[in-house]
């Protein structure tokens, strides 16, 4: 199963014409003829070519199945019938035959042929195709012309209306698993010549079982394809397929009790049968009560207590692990193994130190993640990786960095590290400062520091960059309290009374809380004049309490 969004319903006017409609439909007499005419003329056709594509989404889960069936059909006016019939799922797919009033197919016997006349054989493309639904199951029918002189004819049905076409429509569907039919809406186009060339249906239903309840929209696409055109099916050699006989079963149950687990997502069905209706899903790793199993390949499971069936190949009786894909960068907080699978069992490609890196690439869910490791996919523990790089707590007692300065304020000090090594945090506030002036974002610095983490403790901070006019210039500061504030700019009234601009953009603030209108603050920066500047001054730093 997949993801796809949930499909909208044909058309607000049409949902509104059904809800207002009377118990006994009354159309129009000419339109039902045309529609009937239309519906009942395929199977007058020399041959068929169809394609049919259906999708089953849960209003619960918002995951989705399709199923997708190619269909050939020529001599139908004829006693020489031929068909071809392909079914793909995601569980599996089938293709079965049709000619000389025997059906062939593949069982768990092998390659089989069963007797089987034209009403049945025509009861399984209707059930693939909907060529059957007249005008006597629905409730509304309209119709529009088309400039090609086509004509789209849009229907609705109720349950009621439907009667016993449901049962195509649940397709495998037993009283006890609570199959009901919400509506069913749709669309036909028929060309200039009356040819049906395509019909779309969206079909609602609800189980229920207990007072759990799980709503479905199907929506089916049929396209007739080749249409008033000759179809000629080629069929295989079909001289292996052995008759069974009437009396004997096709498939056969045989009983078992067992917990088993699902090793992907998968649809929980009503019957053994591709083409059988949904009742519900089951995610990866879920595990159910089996009951028992089909000759041709299912699980008869317990599925909120009504029987179900799962394909075969997608259960296992040991509890499966299951791997999320996933992605980014994690860090080894340890020397951890890097093994072949997601065991303490598996075998060891290499060790991943402390504080490498490594592409991550999913997790399962025993503890595991996914990693890329020299070329190769390994796994790795998961208590053993971070998503931050590991914090080196080993004590540094005198060590000596240089790089390129990316932050600097009182008492801090960022830099950008010449090893590549990212950048690194230290207080300044005890340092000594060997200056040509003062210390501005870019410089070139060489830091001599201590300490367990960052910021570590600076103890000697070496700048040897000389800046345009610094020996002219002078820190001064002023205190007072806001009178305007832009994210760029503040204004303040200074205590002699004097107001002041600021270029705020990128000075450092350092104070308890926010920076606001009527905030007592102090202001630093670098002056020529004494501190006589009281327009657009660039300000260093502002702090308040």
């Not at 439909?25 to 339109?31: D, I, K, N, Q």
């Not at 669309?187 to 609800?206: A, E």
């Not at 300044?428 to 870019?442: P, R």
């Not at 060489?446 to 345009?468: F, I, K, L, Q």
């Amino acid at each position: 199963m997949r993801k796809l969004c949930l499909a909208s319903v044909i058309c607000a006017a049409l949902v509104s014409v059904l809800g207002g409609t009377r118990s006994e439909a009354a159309f129009e007499p000419s339109l039902e003829a045309a529609y009937n005419t239309a519906v009942q003329g395929q199977d007058m056709l020399e041959g068929l070519d169809v394609s049919v594509l259906e999708k089953t989404i849960s209003s619960a889960t918002n995951i989705a199945a399709q199923k997708e069936v190619d269909l050939m059909l020529s001599g139908i006016k004829t006693d020489y019938l031929k068909a071809d019939i392909q079914v793909k799922t995601e569980e599996s797919s089938t293709e079965s035959y049709y000619r000389d009033s025997f059906y062939y197919t593949t069982t768990s016997d092998g390659k089989v042929r069963l007797e089987m006349d034209r009403s049945q054989i025509w009861d399984i493309i209707n059930g693939h195709t909907y060529i059957d639904l007249t005008s006597k199951y629905l409730k509304v029918l309209c119709s529009e012309a088309g400039p090609d002189g086509s004509v789209t004819y849009q229907f609705a049905a109720t349950p009621e209306t439907l009667g016993d076409y449901s049962k195509k429509l649940l397709a495998g569907a037993s009283e006890d698993q609570g199959l009901v039919i919400d509506s069913l809406q749709g669309t036909m186009l028929v060309d200039r010549d009356g040819h049906v060339t395509n019909r779309s249906i969206q079909l609602v239903y609800t189980t229920t079982q207990g007072d759990q309840s799980e709503t479905f929209l199907t929506k089916t696409d049929v396209e007739f394809r080749r249409v008033g055109e000759a179809v000629n099916v080629s069929l295989p050699d079909l001289s292996e397929y052995k008759k069974q006989a009437a009396d004997e079963p096709v498939e056969t149950i045989t009983p078992l009790a067992q917990a088993v687990y699902v090793t992907t997502d998968v649809n929980v069905r009503a019957a053994g049968d591709l083409g059988a209706v949904i009742l519900g899903g089951l995610s990866a790793g879920s595990g159910i009560m089996e009951t028992g199993y089909t000759s041709d390949g299912w699980i008869q499971v317990q599925y909120n207590g009504v029987t179900g069936y799962i394909w075969g190949d997608y259960v296992t009786t040991k509890k499966p692990v299951i791997t999320k894909d996933g992605s980014g960068t994690m860090y080894a907080t340890a020397d951890v193994n890097v093994r072949t699978t997601w065991s303490s069992d598996g075998a060891i490609y290499g060790v991943l130190a402390r504080g490498s890196s490594v592409e991550i690439t999913g997790t399962t869910d025993n503890g595991w993640v996914r990693v890329k490791y020299n070329g190769n996919v390994g796994y790795v523990f998961a208590d053993y990786l971070s998503w931050n790089v590991p914090v080196d707590k080993s004590v540094v007692k005198e060590s000596y960095l240089s790089g390129t300065v990316t932050d600097a304020s009182f008492g801090s000090l960022t830099i950008r590290r010449d090893d590549g090594q990212g950048t690194i945090s230290f207080n300044t506030t005890y340092a000594k400062l060997n200056l040509k002036d003062t210390i501005c974002t870019g410089d070139w610095v060489e830091v001599s520091y201590s300490g367990a983490a960052a910021p570590y403790t600076a103890s000697v901070v070496n700048d040897y960059t000389r800046h345009v006019d610094a020996p002219e210039e002078q820190s001064v500061s002023a205190e007072g309290v806001v009178t305007q504030l832009t994210p760029d700019t503040m204004k303040i009234l200074d205590n002699d009374g004097i107001y002041r601009s600021f270029d705020i953009s990128d000075c450092d603030l350092e104070m308890a809380d926010a920076l606001y209108e009527g905030k007592y603050v102090i202001v630093y920066w670098m002056s020529r004049t004494g501190g006589a500047e009281t327009k657009n001054i660039t300000a260093l730093r502002v702090k308040g309490d």
